[in-house]
T-cell receptor
Framework: GNSVTQMEGPVTLSEEAFLTINCTYTATGYPSLFWYVQYPGEGLQLLLKATKADDKGSNKGFEATYRKETTSFHLEKGSVQVSDSAVYFC???????????FGAGTRLFVKA | GAGVSQSPSNKVTEKGKDVELRCDPISGHTALYWYRQSLGQGLEFLIYFQGNSAPDKSGLPSDRFSAERTGGSVSTLTIQRTQQEDSAVYLCASSAELNQPQHFGDGTRLSIL
């Protein structure tokens, strides 16, 4: 079955630093890939997604590119803010499937 | 508009008691999903509903867990004879159709003493 591996946290950065959170996946076929974010005290929210190879998902300054050759979907942001402090989950779902498989989550702390 | 609503937000109960967790999906969403998030772990898929039916119950951790959905809307997740390892945050999500983006509720934090 599908699986997702993402870098362990916590990741601690200073404001305006560059962020990368690594995510790799295993899947049969051509899955859709997602990043979800969970802000403190809130539920999960979809941050961005990509549905086919070489697609780039982007939202709120975050980007991730679907790399089939490296089976990766790394999350990046050029300049983080304190308000980006949250837990970020990488996820995959097969085309036509219903079950979304989540990584363990990476906690990000951004210091002012 | 209203998002996915879960109740209660927090539940503390003694080992061996039964608990019921409720999920109100976004109006009109046909698909509903239950997940469990244990401390430090990723999300564990439990069960999904398409309308009122749950085609695959294999994700439920044990036969103490059951879920139902009535009227294609509200769903309840029931845990009988709770154990300490059931302590977790239980998340519900809904989507307009299967394979559409899922919208998550804030979860129910369940603590078994």
């Amino acid at each position: 079955g599908n699986s997702v591996t993402q870098m362990e946290g916590p990741v601690t950065l200073s404001e305006e630093a560059f962020l990368t959170i690594n995510c790799t996946y295993t899947a049969t076929g051509y899955p859709s890939l997602f990043w979800y974010v969970q802000y403190p005290g809130e539920g999960l929210q979809l941050l961005l997604k990509a549905t086919k190879a070489d697609d780039k998902g982007s939202n709120k300054g975050f980007e991730a590119t679907y790399r089939k050759e490296t089976t990766s979907f790394h999350l990046e942001k050029g300049s983080v803010q304190v308000s980006d402090s949250a837990v970020y989950f990488c996820a995959t779902r097969n085309t036509g499937g219903f079950k979304t498989i989540f990584g363990a989550g990476t906690r990000l702390f951004v210091k002012a | 508009g209203a998002g996915v609503s879960q109740s209660p937000s927090n539940k503390v109960t003694e080992k061996g008691k039964d608990v019921e967790l409720r999920c109100d999906p976004i109006s009109g969403h046909t698909a509903l999903y239950w997940y469990r998030q244990s401390l430090g772990q990723g999300l564990e898929f439990l069960i999904y509903f398409q309308g009122n039916s749950a085609p695959d119950k294999s994700g439920l951790p044990s036969d103490r867990f059951s879920a139902e959905r009535t009227g294609g809307s509200v769903s309840t997740l029931t845990i009988q004879r709770t154990q300490q390892e059931d302590s977790a945050v239980y998340l519900c999500a809904s989507s307009a159709e299967l394979n559409q983006p899922q919208h998550f509720g804030d979860g129910t934090r369940l603590s078994i003493l």
